[in-house]
T-cell receptor, first 113, second 110 residues
Framework: DAGITQSPRHKVTETGTPVTLRCHQT?????MYWYRQDPGHGLRLIHY???????DKGEVSDGYSVSRSKTEDFLLTLESATSSQTSVYFC????????????FGSGTRLTVV | QQPVQSPQAVILREGEDAVINCSSS?????VHWYRQKHGEAPVFLMI?????EQKGHEKISASFNEKKQQSSLYLTASQLSYSGTYFC???????????FGTGTRLTVIP
């Protein structure tokens, strides 16, 4: 009954190839986020969306693009994967009402070789 | 904009107390606290809003000092289940996004 799912859960890709990660929610939340998690850096914001077709950059957006054509789906694309993009990627959702807490997906472990 | 957390790591025996601190150089609207178990996603614990009251959840509570842009998470009478990495996330007014600290690894031993 998870309200947010990420796919794939694991992926190994070669340097220079494009990669797309998917985040899907069933909560109808307005806000969606992509974070990457690396040892010693915590969670760093890549991009976020505040509505269909409305997106903005985070603190580590270089080399990444996003798209949101439907409320429920938020896609993260690595345009040309590099080894420095090896990381665990988390999607999160929020409705910014109620308690405002973020709900995170289970994460995608991406390895660029 | 990344907040600073301290300590980086702490080891407790069951029943002991701990305090985790989070500070920002920006004027904050809210502070979130999350806990992440190894290999899992972060889980929301609580939020503190500017002008709001201290929050509590069983034996875990938190405060927000708006003048100093600091928040503290208090874990009392720790249990083995409290082990994990704790992150604070900070939001400035109007941003609608969070910047997270680098985390505090808490280990509770019997």
């Amino acid at each position: 009954d998870a309200g947010i799912t990420q796919s794939p859960r694991h992926k190994v890709t070669e340097t220079g190839t494009p990669v797309t990660l998917r985040c899907h929610q069933t909560e109808n939340h307005r806000y969606m986020y992509w974070y990457r998690q690396d040892p010693g850096h915590g969670l760093r914001l890549i991009h976020y969306s505040y509505g269909v077709k409305d997106t903005d950059k985070g603190e580590v957006s270089d080399g990444y693009s996003v798209s949101r054509s439907k409320t429920e789906d938020f896609l993260l694309t690595l345009e040309s994967a590099t080894s420095s993009q090896t990381s665990v990627y988390f999607c999160a959702i929020s409705d910014y009402t109620g308690n405002y807490g973020y709900t995170f997906g289970s994460g995608t472990r991406l390895t660029v070789v | 904009q990344q907040p600073v957390q301290s300590p980086q790591a702490v080891i407790l025996r069951e029943g002991e107390d701990a305090v985790i601190n989070c500070s920002s150089s920006k004027a904050l609207y809210s502070v979130h606290w999350y806990r992440q178990k190894h290999g899992e996603a972060p889980v929301f614990l609580m939020i503190l809003l500017k002008g709001g009251e201290q929050k509590g959840h069983e034996k875990i509570s938190a405060s927000f000092n708006e003048k100093k842009q600091q928040s503290s998470l208090y874990l009392t009478a720790s249990q083995l289940s409290y082990s994990g990495t704790y992150f604070c996330g900070t939001e400035v007014a109007g941003a609608n996004n969070l910047f997270f600290g680098t985390g505090t690894r808490l280990t509770v031993i019997p």
